[in-house]
């Protein structure tokens, strides 16, 4: 059975290079990367993303001496003398107990929130984001930035509510969470034209590709409401499969790697990102290390992102 307290290994490689601590040990205000392999995957996938954590540890070893050179998505270094990055290691992941795998990912972060830490989520699947953002949500409210292919509000699939595609309607019962925009959907996905109704309901603000097209970035960056708490959840298969090929469901026409750094740069202005979540990258259907480069450089500009934020608010205390 996995242990309800993950140890960080020392054999395993952390992202870019950082100290490895367990989540008990995390210094109030560090950037703490946790890796959950799974929570809750269906039976026709399984936990089809539990190699993404590793993969992109790995794939953050050619940037780990340079972690503090200048990053010109970032405009400013990854990390600075002021910024603490720390790797958590990866949770145990129990496929015969996935109720165990949800009390397990809520535990930790609530542990990480309650030290002051701000999360860089490597997952896994999508339905590793529900007992996450419950704890983000017990702790303050919360704005939910959301970037997919799919809106996630499936109630039930084949009986189970937890699972990857019902993540935003779960988040939408958190009383804890306010807004929820969700940028990028597009093609088929998962969602019935009443799960379209019932996230319009709900109040999510729905910006897809051809609204984004139409209007632009800076159109939904204005959907983010000003000054409350953001986490940001990101499905890389958000971006289009050229960009990240290595992901279950390929759509065609996404978003671009730049889209990304200039939406996160514009909420960033509007709000402080407290939390970043990376699901769905699948190595095993990666092309040529592509996918594995990109969701690195995602990780790092969540990274990054959340170093600033914390500066800020480390200014003013």
């Known amino acids: 059975m996995p242990s309800d307290t993950p140890v960080p290994r020392a054999e395993r490689p952390t992202f870019l290079d950082c100290e490895a601590v367990a989540i008990d040990a995390v210094p109030r205000g560090a950037i703490a990367v946790i890796g959950l392999p799974g929570a809750t995957p269906y039976a026709g996938n399984g936990a089809h993303s539990a190699g993404a954590p590793a993969a992109i540890r790995t794939a953050s070893a050619r940037h780990a001496a340079r972690r503090t050179h200048y990053d010109f998505d970032l405009g400013a270094p990854l990390v600075t003398l002021d910024t603490v990055l720390v790797d958590c290691g990866d949770l145990a992941f129990d496929e015969t107990d996935f109720t165990g795998n949800r009390v397990r990912i809520e535990a930790a972060f609530a542990t990480l929130l309650g030290r002051g830490a701000r999360p860089l989520l490597l997952g896994g699947d999508d339905s590793v984001q529900i007992p996450a953002l419950r704890a983000f949500a017990a702790h303050g409210k919360i ?24 993540t935003m309607r779960r988040a939408s019962e958190m009383a804890g969470v306010g807004a929820i925009v969700q940028i990028g959907a597009r093609g088929i996905g998962s969602a019935r034209e009443s799960d ?24 939904a960056v204005e959907q983010v409401p000003e000054g409350q708490p953001v986490v940001v959840c ?6 289009d499969p050229t960009v990240v090929p290595g992901v279950v469901g390929r759509a065609p026409g996404g978003l671009g790697y730049g889209d990304i750094v200039e939406l996160l740069h514009g909420v960033a202005v509007r709000a402080p990102i407290v939390g970043f979540n990376l699901v769905e990258f699948t190595p095993q259907h990666d092309l040529g290390d ?13 990274a990054g992102f959340l170093a600033m934020s914390e500066r800020a608010r480390s200014q003013r205390s």
């Open 143 to 166: 704005t939910l930035l959301q970037i997919d292919a799919h809106i996630d509000w499936r109630d039930e699939v084949e009986g189970e509510r937890f699972g990857p595609s019902s």
């Open 196 to 219: 379209v109704a019932d996230a319009v309901a709900a109040g999510a603000r729905l910006v897809d590709m051809r609204t984004l097209r139409a209007k632009g970035l800076a159109y």
């Open 234 to 239: 990101c499905d890389v298969d958000g971006l």
């Open 290 to 302: 592509l996918g594995a480069r990109t969701v690195c450089r995602l990780a790092m500009l969540g």
